[in-house]
């Protein structure tokens, strides 16, 4: 007789058997940008120490309960399935009545990291004998508190809107009724959340680095963005003594506040700008005491370059309203995180009182344990080190995103340097699988994946498909996890299936159509600012360079998965493709790879197709490897410049050299990341020129700029996995500038500790590592 193991039901199973609906009201259509609040009383015979929400929504839910805040934040789903949260309340059900109340965003709006899906909320607090679920008893009302619609503005094109939100209404609460809901009959898709949910940690102390008074507001303000007010509002400093009655040095948050004085009240009105000291992630929140009526526009930003917080650049609005209630007031905005290192508030309509207790931010990071580590004994290597792994902090919510600021959205490409990177610094295996898993469910009938994900977007890029396989072969390596690859294996299939069909005459053509955008990098004639049109042909080599390493990655993950009629298939297609690759685009005369052949291709050489033609083996001679690597590392005016996100490539090409190249990669990490240093970087920017990038909307803090914590683990430690899961390893530190260095890299079976020092031309190492692994010899160079 077989012993059952009992298993505990996950919340997904919970709230299915809970008899809670999906709630939205009838009268509601699923238009853009609405707030509805939900309300639900429970009688409890006793207080409980313990008991949980399970909840899931589209398309973002903050939930309180008699008054304290439970949690927040919705995992972004592929609709119609809807991941379950599961939100542990302790201590707060008390003995007696109880009410739950939920706060609902419905975005109604597909962006670059949301798929419009049906509006609605289902919950159930589960704990003694609670009766609380979503249905006939539950109250709503549209949210009073929110400017609901369309015509709010957006904060960018790749996120949601801004909000408006004023305190002093109020409304009367309706009784939801089963007549006049929309209440799902079927069954719904629930499925449980695949990673924790993220803290939320206490406030951030801030210092108030800039105030002053508010000139006259602009002209024509009607119809215009409260993130373009503010960026053309007249600003007028004063000293901080004049201002608040005296007080010079006051530390955010305070206790007891600090009151503007008398000549600043009943004015036009004021501003104030805090500094969070580092580049943050996570919900505005501000505490102050004022009249009712007051109103207080907050913007976040990450720099102070226009002498105040950039709230308005390109039609990108970093700015929102809150009208204030009477009296001492507190306001946090769980509905939309939002990033940068500067908090600025313009009050204006100020009465006869007001108070500042604080402005700032409470962060949001994704829990996670930093079990990698690197101590060089000098400063700026391990500054860089330490920079970089924030920078992946700040990047890794929900998923990876690009940017916490301006877009937060999951890009296959950008995502592959984050879990690179992450690897090394955190040796996780849940994050990274769910990030890039999201994309098993984005693989269009093209065969192309979606740009982002979750995301319908009308443009897709090519390479960043590509780039895909990487990770996923990656992940495979780094993690062992042979469960990931058997999911991604069909989503591979499809690709490469349909990349073989295109070919011709070996080499992959680009797809023409407005479609898909021929990014490689954010570098001239690499941007991919005209597309292909039909009838036109033009070979890249950026593309069948990336597509051969795909095919080779392909063919390691159909092997892992025991598909070996994939795997032979695609390692032959592979090599095959590779002299093809050389005839077709190596120009014998500049003695360099084209980057372009075909109708109306320019002539244009550049770093990028160097470093994939070493990478994916284009390259038969050793001898022209070498000379392609020597001049990689030697600025040449007529070879474009690999830009930081694209580094990876370039490092990875010269290191692929051996020790004779060493020296050079990580002086121009050396020079590269430590300029963002020397300029007051708190996190890695997204292009070399910082904010002016862009036409002044650069970010300044881009996970793909992380990648440094990638070469100091796996080539200054030397660390290197040489069968998954670090079952087989080498460790073959490069010469660099370092007289010693030591750390630690995660494994999934422990750590590997190494620590080694430099007498003339040897090293001396010492090396820790689970017995379950074992260090080989280091491999020959090429």
């Known amino acids: 007789m077989k012993t059952q193991i009992s298993r505990k039901p996950n919340p997904a199973e919970k709230l299915a058997a809970s008899g809670a609906r999906w709630l939205w009201p009838a009268s509601l259509d699923d238009g853009p940008n609405q707030y509805v609040e939900f309300r639900q009383s429970f009688q409890s015979p006793s207080a409980l120490k313990n008991a949980e929400l399970v909840i899931a929504a589209d398309s973002e839910y903050a939930a309180w309960l008699n008054g304290e805040f439970l949690g927040c934040g919705q995992f972004p789903d592929v609709p119609p399935q809807r991941t379950c949260d599961l939100v542990e309340i302790i201590g707060k059900v008390r003995k007696g009545r109880n009410e739950l109340r939920i706060v ?68 009367d609460w309706n009784v939801i009724k089963t007549a006049d809901s ?102 505005i929140e501000f505490e102050l005491e004022a009249d009712a009526g007051v109103i207080v526009d907050v913007a976040n930003g990450e720099h102070l370059d226009d002498m105040r917080v950039r709230s308005h650049v390109g039609g990108r609005n970093f700015a929102n309203r809150y009208i204030c209630a009477g009296g001492r007031q507190t306001y946090t905005h769980y509905l ?171 080499l992959l053509p680009c797809p023409a159509g407005e479609r898909y955008w021929q990014f490689y990098d954010w570098a001239v004639g690499l941007s991919g600012s005209g597309r292909i049109k039909p009838g036109e042909v033009r070979y890249d080599a950026p593309l069948n360079m990336l597509l051969s390493l795909a095919f080779k990655a392909g063919s390691l993950i159909a092997q892992a998965c025991g598909a070996e009629k994939d795997a032979r298939k695609w ?100 020079s590269e990341w430590g300029a963002m240093l020397e300029k007051g970087a708190t996190s890695f920017w997204e292009m070399r020129e910082g904010a002016e990038a862009f036409s002044q909307a650069g970010s300044l803090c881009h996970g793909w700029s992380a990648i440094p914590v990638y070469f100091y683990g796996a080539y200054v430690l030397g660390v290197r996995p040489v069968e998954p899961g670090f079952k087989k390893f080498i460790v073959a530190p490069m010469p660099c500038a370092l007289d010693s260095a030591k750390g630690t890299v995660p494994t999934p079976h422990g750590p590997i500790h190494v620590e080694w020092t430099r007498k003339g031309n040897r090293i001396r190492l010492r090396i820790q590592h689970p017995s379950s692994c074992h260090r080989v010899r280091r491999p020959s160079e090429s």
């Open 104 to 171: 609902l965003h419905y975005q109604g709006h597909n962006t670059s990291q949301y798929i419009k899906g049906e509006p609605g909320v289902v919950f159930a607090v589960i704990g003694g004998s609670i009766d609380a679920v979503s249905g006939a008893k539950t109250k709503w009302r549209v949210s009073p508190n929110f400017r609901q619609g369309g015509d709010v503005a957006r904060i960018t094109g790749q996120l949601g809107f801004t909000y408006e939100y004023d305190a002093r209404n109020n409304a």
């Open 336 to 506: 939309q995180r939002m990033a940068g290192r500067y908090v600025q508030i313009n009050v204006r309509n100020i009465g006869a009182n007001f108070k500042i207790f604080y402005a700032g931010m409470r962060p949001s990071p994704y829990p996670i344990e930093e079990r990698g580590s690197l101590k060089s004994g000098y400063a700026l290597q391990d500054r860089i080190y330490e920079t970089g792994v924030r920078t992946l902090r700040l990047c890794m919510h929900e998923h990876y995103e690009d940017c916490p600021w301006r877009e937060q959205a999951l890009y296959a490409n950008d995502s592959r340097n984050q879990a690179l990177s992450g690897y090394y610094a955190f040796g996780d295996v849940r994050f990274p699988a769910t990030a890039l898993g999201l994309y098993t469910k984005g693989l269009g009938g093209d065969g192309w994946l979606e740009m982002c994900m979750p995301a319908q977007i009308a443009i897709t890029i090519p390479s960043f498909t590509l780039a895909w396989i990487l990770a996923v072969a990656d992940h495979r390596m780094y993690t062992g996890n042979l469960a990931f690859s058997r999911k991604a294996l069909p989503t591979v299939r499809g690709i490469l299936e349909a990349r073989e069909k295109e070919m011709v005459d070996g």
């Open 571 to 670: 390692a032959n297609i592979s090599t095959e493709i590779l002299p093809k690759i050389h005839r077709e685009f190596w120009d014998t005369t500049a003695e360099a790879y084209l980057t372009y052949v075909g109708d109306r291709a320019p002539k244009h050489y550049c770093e990028l197709s160097q470093s994939l033609a070493i990478l994916c083996g284009a390259v038969a001679k050793v001898e022209t490897r070498d000379h392609l690597r020597d001049r990689l590392m030697t600025r040449r005016e007529d070879w474009v410049e690999t830009t930081l996100s694209q580094s990876l490539y370039k490092y990875e090409a010269v290191l692929s050299g051996g020790t004779k190249f060493g020296r050079r990669v990580f002086d121009s990490i050396d």
């Open 182 to 283: 929309h209440v799902k009959a079927e069954k719904l898709d629930l499925v449980a959340r695949p990673i924790p949910k993220l803290d939320i940690g206490g406030r951030v102390p801030v210092k108030l680095v800039a105030q002053g008074a508010l000139g006259p507001l602009p002209t024509e303000t009607g119809g215009v963005s409260i993130a373009s007010i503010m960026q053309r509002e007249p600003l007028m400093a004063r000293r901080m003594k004049e201002m608040f009655g005296g007080e010079t040095d006051v530390n955010f948050p305070s206790e007891s506040g600090v009151a503007l004085g008398a000549d600043y009240l009943n004015s036009d009105g004021i501003y104030l700008i805090f500094d969070m000291q580092r580049e943050e992630a996570g919900f």
